[in-house]
């Protein structure tokens, strides 16, 4: 279970007042003393991220939020991060006391769940303790609610049960190849190993398409672009998908037979995380542009920059290149995405490997309501390098055509 990305684990936001019980309520879902428990109101500053299986959903992320009530710049601050974990949480829970006053603090809680369209649930936790306004409220309102005791387990089973019921069709994430290949398929990824790869290992996103392959009955086989004409003849018949990284795509779609489906890494995870088809109308946008037009570089992570980094020097260079226009950019980085977009000609988001779709999807709603175009790394490289009709025909009937002439 620890081996599953957190960006792909069902992320469980845990909101309420300060001392309703938030952090017991997690230890009492993992069975671990995990959060920071105190009788003490505010104990917990900082939004806690604690990794968990609730069967059968598989691998979840328990997030423990700062109390947002509290007053002052240190409140300010927690409220800041409590809605940074707001957007990259695919299912809530409002926890309350028996005794709690509903108030605006939940009420504004509540319109935020339903402006979000988020699935929600109220927990009266501490049941074992005396008061009924919080039920009352709840009933009146009819907000679907349960009542749990984080010290006595009472409720807990039915909670995760109710959290199953919340979850499905809400964070299930596109897949990344199962829907375009069949069992007994055979996959060749072609993974470069230059000096930017990790010694002695692939990274993530090689490993997690191999292991979609697999879970889909269908053989992976992995070969360096070098040895790809290798591959392909040690095969009886023709492969039903290459996904290659975008490096070499060149010389892999060369070597390539054009009826062999051909694909990117990239490509897969702009579908798998973000809205492939938004990326797709936003890329054209670099027609349209400007001298003087801004540019946003949206990064998910706070990864360390590199020399020739890829949002700050790469990008900026080849769009100077490609438009030779004098465009103006902006980069954030991890939660810090921008509340006003109006400024901005297009946002180029990068591949979101560190977070969830939730938060990616968060940042794709936004920019569509502000109309502004919207882009991400894998498909703006794809277009520059001219590559990019070849890279979408998997996902767009080429495969299920092959499917059907079977
Ligand atoms: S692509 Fe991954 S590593 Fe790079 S900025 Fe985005 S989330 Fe961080």
Redesign the pocket.
Known sequence: MYRTPA?NRLHIGIFGKRNTGKSSLINALTGQDTAIVSDVAGTTTDPVYKAMEILPIGPCMLIDTAGIDDQGVLGEERVKRTLVVLRKTDVGLIVVQPDTLIDSFEEDLIKTFQGKKLPFLFIINKSELAGKAAQDYLENNKLAFIKVSSKTGQGIKELKAKIMELAPGHWSPIPLVGDIIKPKDVVILVCPIDNAMPQGRLILPQVQVMRDCLDNNATAFVTKETELLDCLKALKGKPRLVITDSQVFEDVRDMLPKDIPLTSFSTVFARHKGDLNAYIQGVYTLENLKDGDEILIA?????HVQPED??RTKIPTWLLNYTKKDLHYEVT?GGDFPQDLSRYKLII???????NRREIMHRIEKAKAAHVPITN?GVLMAYLSGILERVIEPFEGGLLKINLDK
Do not use: L, N, P
């Open positions: 960006s990064e998910a992570c706070t990864h890829i949002g980085a988001s990068c591949g979101g490997c560190m977070v790394y």
